[in-house]
């Protein structure tokens, strides 16, 4: 991985860095104030050895005195000393209470060392301190003059008495806040790297492109508005909805240039991923060229067509297919120019036998012939065949994937599902991609800069329609 993909990282997973920041952060402070406090006592020993009157025998007898204090201090942690020290008190603790709260340290390059105690009371603080200075004289005392009247070779003498301690030593609230700070820190990268490299979901133009072997053809970029009205206000001012769809409708030209698509499926891996607000979109962005639109709602499993436009779903499609009702006595014509609707109709129990009829087949063909576009609405490829059934009767199928959601190898599969049955792709469109923040500008062009993408003026400024591929002779109004 290179920097800017940690910098990407980063920059796309903030919230779970910044949430195990604050995490570190607050655990170490609630750490911090449950923790009993601690205090720490210590009192010093010299150690003296009888030496000579000259400076040799002085230095000499210094030296000694600096290896003694090496093992006076291993003395002070013992059993013995820490029990004697114990019983001196008459308190009731046993020696490894104390393991690791007694401290015997050298001052460097001195003869002089200190025993210190860590305790939660600082007056028990200060007495074990002494108790146990003054226990190691002692048994020094013994050690070092093994025959009675004989003049001991070194002596400890307590220099300094412990004092009582007047703040704690632990906890230290500061150093634990920033030591959670750091840790929840590194811990929310290394979540974030780990999340990222088990993200296995589309989230670039170049996987999709990759991954579908098909160019991407448009971006849609997630709007709350979708949620309450599938269809966007095209005219209702600067929309970047709208803009998407436009873009998309330009780049719709670029498609088999020869025999430029007309009737095409729009289809996904799985259900969910934005296809009929996707269809109805790019029917009202074709009709807004102004070309003439057939919207057909071809999903017979979960028809949604007529609920988005407010227009009646109860007959339709099916009822066509099934021979009871003529293309013209269930066509309906919507709240917007120029595009016309044909719903689901009541749910078939065999949705793929009837796409795949040469009644379905007539109907488009039909369709075709009465209207500049037909933008069909299918059913997701993964789950079940009516979609790929549908795409060989079209000029071609747009591949929906939704950004962050769809997988990588929902994408292989379900493109791989049309090629099989030998439908034409015609391309992907990501749909419901960032809105916000850096990931935005990256799906705000499917084009080089430098490559001459031909835009269609809004209709503000439109003198004339736009210039969409439209069957050879066929005069559009
Ligand atoms: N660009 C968008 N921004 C925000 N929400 C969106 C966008 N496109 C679609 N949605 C929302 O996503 C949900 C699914 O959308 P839609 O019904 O178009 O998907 P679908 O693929 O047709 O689903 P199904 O497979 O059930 O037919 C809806 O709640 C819709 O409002
Ligand atoms: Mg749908």
């Given at each position: ?324 009702a003529d293309l013209d006595d269930v066509l309906q014509s919507s709240s917007y120019p120029n595009v016309s609707v044909l719903a689901s109709g009541p749910l078939p129990p065999n949705p793929s036998e009837l796409l795949g009829s040469t009644h379905a087949e007539k109907l488009i063909a039909d369709l075709r012939e009465r209207f500049d576009f037909v933008v069909i609405d299918a059913s997701p490829l993964l789950p079940v065949t009516d979609a790929a059934v549908l ?56 084009y080089d800069s430098d490559a001459p993408v031909q835009k269609i003026e809004s209709p503000a400024t439109q003198v004339s329609p736009a210039p969409l591929p439209v069957q050879a002779g066929k005069q559009v109004q």
């Open positions: 991985m290179e920097v800017q993909d940690y910098l990407r990282i980063v920059q796309s997973r903030w919230r779970i860095i910044a949430l195990a920041t604050i995490v570190g952060l607050l655990a170490a402070l609630a750490a911090s104030l449950v923790a009993t406090p601690m205090y720490q006592a210590s009192s010093r020993l010299f150690v003296s050895t009888a030496s000579g009157a000259s400076v040799n025998e002085a230095y000499q007898g210094n030296l000694f005195s600096q290896q003694r204090v090496a093992s006076y201090t291993k003395l002070a942690t013992g059993a013995d000393v820490l029990q004697d020290a114990i019983d001196s008190r008459g308190l009731d603790l046993t020696p490894s209470d104390l393991n690791g709260r007694v401290k015997a340290t050298p001052v460097p390059d001195t003869v002089l060392f200190d025993i210190s105690v860590l305790d939660a009371k600082p007056e028990l603080a200060r007495d074990l301190a002494d108790a146990i200075a003054a226990q190691l004289v002692v048994k020094i005392e013994g050690l070092e003059a093994p025959a009675a009247g004989v003049e001991p070779v070194a002596r400890a003498t307590v220099v300094e008495a412990a004092k009582t301690p007047t703040s704690a030593v632990s906890p230290n609230t500061k150093r634990n806040v920033a030591l959670g700070f750091v840790v929840g820190l590194l811990a929310g990268i290394a979540l974030a790297i780990l999340r990222d490299r088990l993200d296995n979901t589309v989230k670039s133009r170049e996987t999709l492109d990759e991954l579908a072997g098909v160019g991407l053809v448009g971006t849609v970029p997630f709007d709350k508005d979708r949620e309450a009205k599938a269809a966007i206000a095209f005219h209702d001012g600067y929309s970047g909805s709208a803009e998407a769809f436009r873009e998309l409708r330009t780049n719709l030209q670029f498609l088999e240039v020869d025999n430029p698509p007309r009737v095409l499926a729009i289809t996904s891996s799985l259900p969910g991923e934005g296809k009929t607000t996707t269809a109805i979109n790019l029917s009202l962005a074709i009709a807004e060229a102004g070309y003439s639109v057939a919207l057909v709602d071809a999903d017979l499993r979960r028809p949604r067509v007529a609920k988005y436009l407010d227009l009646i779903g109860s007959v339709g499609l099916s009822t066509v297919l099934a021979g009871q795409a060989v009767k079209v000029d071609g199928a747009l591949v929906v994937v939704k950004h962050g959601q769809t997988k990588k190898e929902q994408v292989t599969r379900a493109v791989g599902n049309l090629r099989s049955v030998g439908a034409t792709v015609l391309g992907t469109i990501l749909t419901m991609t960032p809105s916000k923040g850096k990931g935005a500008y990256e799906y705000s062009y499917y």
